[in-house]
């Protein structure tokens, strides 16, 4: 997903503790010892222990974790320290952030073996290798069915939905200045309207009463009345901006399993996510992060990884946890966007919905 402000979702949910791998409150990196791989990450970073330990065994290297914060920031902070970075491996960056990775030469090319496995539509980078998939998530409004059944409402299954009077002041999503789930549903819409078609869009949101706040955290865990955080906090929002794998992260954490989620996902509202790891340029330890990029796409570490980040593995046949089956199927016709164009308007596209939505 965490809060996924800038890491997602969703891409890990905000609900997953982070997995301590070796010394991974460590604020250094390997520091050239060869036997040690250090991975920079942002905070969603989680894995089993036993499938960290089965690889430590088989390579011979111990595995150092550095949670670095959220996505943008932890990418920012690995461009600004690339000369002599702080670890070995960057695991986090998404195709929403990739190009800025790509253009400031974060990481040196490499080709990890199983890469044949991984599905075409994955390998953003093409045959330059710079960064290996490593999981996807789609980022999609989430719908309290509570509410819309009290209300004998349908929840809304489009992004035209939300702009009906029967949605007013339903809606809460993130900012998508500060927020990579916020930035996704952005991109979404202009995916869906194009350049120009979704200014208009968001000014039919915002008549509509759509309410912004800074991350995922807030909107899901406090303004949200279908999560169990946001029931515990009030939250009188029964539309959110959020990830398709949160209905199964809400049965997997309940105090009570329910035998149906009590979230649903509007499927015509989601955006593809794609998150991406890399060998970082001067890397300490350049064999062991090699060692650990193709553990990466391994089937025990893809199929490890659902019920830990709430991602989809990339690599076809893993297999994937039944409640993602049951309670959270991938979108099947998610909108996307090429990295070059988000890459082209980005900045431009945010500073604009800024001066739209926000003022």
């Known amino acids: 997903m965490t809060g996924r402000q800038f890491a997602a979702v969703a891409v890990g949910l905000g609900m997953v503790t982070l997995s301590a791998c070796g010394s991974s409150g460590s604020t250094a990196g390997s520091g050239g010892d060869p036997k040690t791989v250090t991975l920079v990450s942002h905070d969603s970073w989680a894995a089993s222990k036993t499938v960290i330990a089965a690889f430590e065994k088989e390579s011979g290297y111990h595995v150092k974790v550095l949670p670095d914060g959220d996505a943008g920031q932890a990418v920012n902070k690995a461009i600004l320290t690339k000369d002599n970075p702080q670890g070995d491996v960057f695991f986090g960056v998404d195709n929403t952030l990739l190009s800025r990775a790509l253009d400031n030469g974060l990481f040196q090319p490499y080709a990890a073996k199983g890469l044949d496995q991984v599905g075409a539509q994955y390998q953003l980078d093409g045959d330059k290798h710079r960064v290996t998939p490593i999981d996807y998530g789609d980022i999609c409004v989430n719908y309290d069915k509570k509410y819309f059944a009290d209300h004998k409402l349908a929840p809304p299954a489009s992004l035209d939905d939300l702009t009906e009077p029967a949605y007013k002041n339903l809606l809460v999503t993130e900012n998508a200045a500060t927020s990579s789930p916020g930035l996704g549903f952005l991109l979404g819409t202009a995916a869906k309207y194009g350049d120009k078609g979704w200014q208009e869009y968001w000014s039919k949101l915002k008549g509509n009463g759509v309410k912004v706040v800074d991350g995922w955290e807030q909107a899901y865990e406090q303004e949200f009345s279908g999560s169990a955080?946001?029931?515990?906090?009030?939250?009188?929002?029964?539309?959110?901006?959020?990830?398709?794998?949160?209905?199964?992260?809400?049965?997997?954490?309940?105090?009570?399993?329910?035998?149906?989620?009590?979230?649903?996902?509007?499927?015509?509202?989601?955006?593809?996510?794609?998150?991406?790891?890399?060998?970082?340029?001067?890397?300490?330890?350049?064999?062991?992060?090699?060692?650990?990029?193709?553990?990466?796409?391994?089937?025990?570490?893809?199929?490890?990884?659902?019920?830990?980040?709430?991602?989809?593995?990339?690599?076809?046949?893993?297999?994937?946890?039944?409640?993602?089956?049951?309670?959270?199927?991938?979108?099947?016709?998610?909108?996307?966007?090429?990295?070059?164009?988000?890459?082209?308007?980005?900045?431009?596209?945010?500073?604009?919905?800024?001066?739209?939505?926000?003022?």
Request: one cysteine or more; a positive charge; charged letters at 20%.
């Open 229 to 359: 955080a946001g029931r515990k906090a009030g939250g009188d929002r029964p539309l959110v901006v959020s990830y398709a794998s949160s209905p199964p992260a809400e049965v997997v954490y309940a105090k009570s399993r329910p035998t149906t989620a009590p979230t649903g996902v509007a499927a015509g509202t989601c955006f593809r996510q794609i998150e991406f790891a890399g060998l970082l340029s001067n890397a300490h330890n350049p064999k062991g992060a090699k060692a650990f990029l193709d553990f990466l796409i391994s089937r025990r570490f893809q199929e490890d990884m659902p019920l830990n980040m709430y991602v989809y593995p990339v690599v076809r046949g893993a297999r994937v946890p039944a409640e993602f089956t049951e309670y959270g199927p991938a979108a099947k016709n998610p909108e996307t966007m090429a990295p070059t164009k988000i890459a082209a308007n980005r900045d431009q596209w945010v500073r604009s919905w800024t001066s739209l939505v926000l003022k």
